[in-house]
């Protein structure tokens, strides 16, 4: 059973009913194209003592990434709860609260873990090496580059779209302290010999809620990631991953209140196939 997932505007739809006082109409079934990604070739690169690996990371598989896909629960008034009167015969929101839970991004989906190892016989150095992605449709997308601009973002995209998760001090230190010590791939590395750099190759793009997400996804069908004049044994090399993308269909019950299904804002009818996209083994 899929544990429940909240986008960041899952609590916009609580809040919007409980204003409101709407009663919600009865839950339906609708079939829902889950998009994955897979790479076209499963195995590693290696070149001249040089072995990079990359996993696609989507909000199908997120969950096996918990650096950049944590489950978090926060507490949000309880939109079942009895008002109360008080002065002058006013309704008081009563003050019970319930708990809530969801997996929380912290960088933009899709993103991309990556691993190299080097074993040149000297540092590797990412300082003139080129990270270039685009889509089926040969459209470029920039990455980012450090985790400052990753903080500023998801700190905005919280506080406007959950209040309540925003308004935990201490789970939201903890959160932008994991955004701090998230490993982002950037020119700045340089790998030992005989080590290993394991971190994220983190897309800059529009995915803030489940809609552009899914609507992103829709766009494309596939990917290409490559890493452009990296220093390996015998010169420069390019070392290139291709991914396409496929629809898993999945059956979702949804409230009725929900004009525009997603697994964020309904529950699986069905238990989901294993997650796609494991993280490159050394």
Same mark, same amino acid.
Request: aromatic content about 4%; hydrophobic content about 30%; charged content about 20%.
């Given at each position: 059973m899929r544990t429940t997932h909240h986008s960041l505007h899952s609590s916009l739809t609580i809040l919007a009913v409980a204003a409101c006082g709407c009663a919600s109409t009865k839950a339906y079934q609708t079939s829902f194209d889950v998009p994955t990604l897979a790479l076209k070739e499963k195995n590693d690169v290696v070149m001249q003592g040089v072995q990079m690996g990359l996993a696609p990371i989507t909000r199908e598989n997120e969950a096996s990434y918990p650096q950049v +896909?944590?489950?978090v629960?926060?507490?949000?008034?309880?939109? $079942? +709860?009895?008002?109360?009167?008080g002065a002058e015969g006013r309704a008081v929101p009563s003050s019970a609260t319930v708990e809530r839970s969801g997996i929380i991004e912290l960088v933009p989906l899709p993103t991309f873990f990556v691993g190299i190892a080097n074993n040149t016989g000297s540092s590797l150095s990412l300082s003139r090496v080129k990270f270039e992605v685009e889509d089926n449709a040969h459209r470029p997308y920039s990455v980012v580059l450090s985790t400052e601009p990753l903080r500023q973002r998801f700190f905005g995209d919280i506080t406007g779209a959950? #209040?309540?998760? +925003? $308004?935990?001090? *201490?789970?939201?230190?903890?959160l932008m302290t994991q955004i701090s010590s998230l490993p982002i791939l950037n020119p700045a590395i340089t790998?030992?010999? $005989?080590?290993v750099w394991r971190g994220y190759l983190v897309l800059d793009i529009n995915t803030r809620t489940a809609k552009e997400y899914y609507s992103l996804?829709?766009?494309?069908?596939?990917? =290409?990631v490559r890493f452009k004049d990296v220093p390996t044994g015998a010169g420069s090399s390019n070392f290139v991953f291709e991914m396409d993308k496929a629809d898993r269909k999945t059956?979702? =019950?949804? &409230?009725?209140?929900? @004009?525009? #299904? @997603?697994?964020?804002?309904? =529950? +699986? *009818?069905? *238990?989901?196939? *294993? #997650? @796609? $996209?494991? #993280? &490159?083994?050394?």
């Open positions: +896909a944590r489950l629960k926060w507490r949000e008034p309880d939109p $079942g +709860a009895p008002h109360t009167t959950n #209040p309540f998760l +925003a $308004g935990d001090r *201490a789970l939201m230190e903890q790998i030992p010999n $005989g080590g996804m829709k766009s494309i069908q596939g990917f =290409t059956m979702l =019950t949804c &409230p009725g209140e929900v @004009s525009d #299904p @997603s697994p964020e804002r309904c =529950t +699986a *009818a069905q *238990a989901p196939s *294993a #997650p @796609s $996209g494991e #993280p &490159p083994k050394r």
